[in-house]
């Protein structure tokens, strides 16, 4: 005797519309991840350049501040302000390059009885050169578009004859294709041996 059968209802496959509403799913996903993926990374490069950029302001801030704090002290514990400190455009208050001037070691490294550093801004790049001739320059750091320094007496006004401090602002500009990041710097360095003639019983 034979068992019936079970009723099994006819093979069937995707229809058209169907396989189309699968391929548009999976086309969405896949844009959704390559998306995602285009964000995560523009986000990363974006904090990348954020993180060189403080690391340039730090040096940068740090370095100048390192050399410009004994500036005017002689090989004989003197100090010469008047040469000590220099403006690169003597008569302004607000300048765009200056050098420092002291004995013991200069920005490049070179060690001397009266070595100078100058500091000014050439091509994007904060740069630092000797009063050589012809002068040696070295740059320090990248994205620096501008640089003002102002030198400041014991009252904070403005005066290159008697500083006792520099007040400096350098400018900082990045470029990632139209994406423009800036950020300004502005830190004051005391004259070491300016506030110690100016305050000795200190």
């Known amino acids: 005797m034979k068992r019936a059968r079970p009723h099994l209802p006819p093979a069937r496959g995707f229809s058209l519309v169907e396989l189309m509403v699968a391929m548009m799913l999976s086309l969405l996903l896949v844009a959704a991840a ?3 993926f285009l964000v995560t990374k523009q986000v990363s490069q974006e904090q990348e350049r954020v993180g060189r950029l403080k690391e ?12 410009i704090r004994a500036a005017g002290l002689t090989e004989t514990g003197g100090v010469d302000f008047v040469s000590g400190v220099e403006p690169g455009n003597p008569g302004h208050g607000d300048q765009t390059s200056f050098t420092v001037r002291k004995a013991g070691m200069n920005c490049l490294g070179d060690t001397g009885a009266w070595v100078a550093s100058t500091y000014s801004v050439q091509g994007r790049t904060l ?3 000797n009063d050589a001739s012809p002068p040696q320059v070295q740059p320090l750091v990248n994205d620096v578009i501008g640089l003002s320094v102002v030198a400041l007496d014991a009252h904070g006004h403005s005066d290159w004859d008697h500083p006792v401090a520099l007040r400096i602002e350098l400018e900082f500009e990045t470029r ?3 994406q423009v990041l800036t950020r300004t710097l502005e830190f004051v360095v005391s004259l070491r041996n300016g506030v110690l003639l100016r305050n000795p019983a200190g």
């Open 34 to 36: 390559a998306s995602l």
């Open 56 to 67: 340039n302001l730090r040096f940068a801030a740090d370095f100048m501040a390192r050399d």
């Open 127 to 129: 740069r630092c050169g």
């Open 176 to 178: 990632s294709g139209a």
